[in-house]
């Protein structure tokens, strides 16, 4: 036997038994990856935003750049149309940027639950959060069960001025965008 062994395995066991608490069992990593896929996104992106979240994602909160919505016409790009339209168990909602308004666009896109203007660039942080969460509240929504999606460094913002899950830019949830 060599010297040191007792040492070793107590040591190894001991180092196994601290990390049991932070191993996730089997079944609930499948239920998690179950829900990613639900919600149209990657494990990894969903595990990230549960972690920092600690909850699920109840709802998505798109910008209209996010979804490809420019000009006036508010209809959302194709691609982008179908992955929302895969979403189950979540309400999808969308923040529209001008010169779209948010009526036009809910009128051509059944996919989405709700819509409002966007904040401006020259909205103050109070007017920010009052926009973002004005939108989660009208849907009985608790803001840290949403997650924002954008494509503008300013909407990246949102997230922290609506205390929203957290954010995800829009070539990490449509995989089309990025390449």
């Known amino acids: 036997m060599e010297s040191g062994r007792l040492w070793r395995t107590h ?3 001991q180092a196994q038994k601290a990390l049991m608490p932070e191993a996730i069992p089997m079944l ?3 239920m998690r990856m179950r829900r990613a896929a639900e919600l149209g996104m990657t494990y990894r992106s969903y595990a990230k935003v549960r972690q920092y979240s600690g909850q699920d994602i109840l709802g998505l ?4 750049n996010a979804l490809r919505i420019f000009g006036s016409g508010g209809e959302i790009a194709a691609p982008e149309a179908r992955q929302i339209e895969q979403v189950k168990s979540a309400t999808r909602l969308t923040l529209v940027h001008p010169p779209a308004t948010p009526q ?3 009128a051509v896109n059944h996919v989405l639950a709700a819509a409002d203007r966007a904040p401006h660039l020259s909205d103050s942080w109070a007017q920010m959060r009052d926009r973002v969460q004005g939108l989660i ?3 009985r929504l608790p803001a840290s069960g949403v997650l924002i999606i954008g494509d503008a460094p300013l909407e990246a913002d949102w997230a922290a001025a609506g205390r929203a899950a ?3 830019p829009s070539a990490e949830y449509f995989a089309h965008q990025a390449g």
């Open 61 to 64: 909160l798109f910008s209209s």
């Open 137 to 139: 509240h009208s849907q």
């Open 166 to 168: 957290g954010y995800l």
């Open 28 to 30: 609930v990593l499948r």
């Open 11 to 13: 040591a190894w066991r």
């Open 104 to 106: 036009a666009v809910l």
